[in-house]
């Protein structure tokens, strides 16, 4: 079956500094790669996407590119803000099962001023 | 436009109770997805109707049921709650069945059972 592994959190960094954060997915179809923030009280919202691979998905600073020979899907910002402190997920979908989204565990970014 | 809304956002049942949740997608949106979401389990797939036909259904008891109406607005029903079904639900639509373009969420409904 479908499974997605990301780091485990939390993840704390200081305003500006460079993001990673890992996930690596195992699928068996061809599936398309998510990368959704949840922020406190709220539900979650597509941060980034890419369908095919090489693709790079990117959005609000952030990038992500998809490596089928890695099976990854690394989410990257070049200098984080305070405002970026939420959750992030990453996620899958393959042809093989329509709209179901296989989410990774998530990973907290803290990030301080 | 509106994003997709769920109501009510908070509930408390006791044990043994039943419950509805409620979920509008964004207009012309005709897929509907419901996730549960818990610190231990993390986001788990429940369900997914189109044209009020349920597509997929996740590893969930028969107590957790759904449906979608004809407008493609959707409700899921949990009978018989259990402690553990205390959780954040979310709703999902997306405009077809696969477009590859990615779910838009509600706020959720946070559930409580006591």
């Known amino acids: 079956g479908n499974s997605v592994t990301q780091m485990e959190g939390p993840v704390t960094l200081s305003e500006e500094a460079f993001l990673t954060i890992n996930c690596t997915y195992t699928?068996?179809?061809?599936?398309?790669l998510f990368w959704y923030v949840q922020y406190p009280g709220e539900g979650l919202q597509l941060l980034l996407k890419?369908?095919?691979?090489?693709d790079k998905g990117s959005n609000k600073g952030f990038e992500a590119t998809y490596r089928k020979e890695t099976t990854s899907f690394h989410l990257e910002k070049g200098s984080v803000q305070v405002s970026d402190s939420a959750v992030y997920f990453c996620?899958?979908?393959?042809?093989?099962?329509?709209?179901?989204?296989?989410f990774g565990g998530g990973t907290r970014l803290m990030v301080k001023p | 436009k509106a994003g997709v809304t769920q109501t009510p956002r908070y509930l408390i049942k006791t044990r043994g109770q039943q419950v509805t949740l409620s979920c509008s997608p964004i207009?012309?949106?005709?897929?509907v997805s419901w996730y549960q979401q818990t610190p231990g389990q993390g986001l788990q797939f429940l369900f997914e109707?189109?044209?009020?036909?349920?597509?997929n259904k996740g590893n969930f008891p028969g107590r957790f049921s759904g449906r979608q109406f004809s407008n493609s607005r959707s409700e899921m029903n949990v009978s018989t709650l259990e402690l553990g079904d205390s959780a954040l639900y979310l709703c999902?639509?997306?405009?077809?069945?696969?477009?590859?373009?990615?779910?838009?969420f509600g706020s959720g409904t946070r559930l409580t059972v006591v």
């Open positions: 999902a639509s997306s405009l077809d069945v696969w477009t590859g373009d990615g779910y838009t």
């Open positions: 699928a068996t179809g061809y599936p398309s």
């Open positions: 890419a369908t095919k691979a090489d």
């Open positions: 996620a899958l979908s393959d042809d093989n099962a329509g709209n179901m989204l296989t």
């Open positions: 207009s012309g949106h005709r897929s």
């Open positions: 109707y189109f044209s009020e036909t349920q597509r």
